[in-house]
């Protein structure tokens, strides 16, 4: 997700985008230690995602 995107998103969208990303970058891990993934970076992709979306939060709250 580029960051143009997320700033279209809304405050509520961010967190509950946010949770969701939480959710799926747990999923994601525990899946890859059972069995390894097809894409490892995939981890990385959502670590950053997520990463961009506290960022974003944390700068509209400082507004």
């Known amino acids: 997700m ?3 995107e997320i700033k279209i ?3 509520d969208e961010l967190v509950d ?3 969701e990303l939480s959710k799926t970058l747990y999923d994601t891990k525990v ?3 059972v069995s390894p993934l097809e894409n490892p ?3 990385r992709n ?3 995602t ?3 979306l506290k960022a974003e939060i944390s700068n509209r709250s400082q507004k």
Do not use: E, M, N, V
């Open 2 to 4: 580029k960051q143009k």
């Open 9 to 11: 998103f809304s405050d």
């Open 17 to 19: 985008k946010l949770g």
């Open 31 to 33: 899946t890859h230690t």
């Open 41 to 43: 970076l995939q981890i």
């Open 46 to 48: 959502i670590r950053r």
């Open 50 to 52: 997520i990463a961009r």
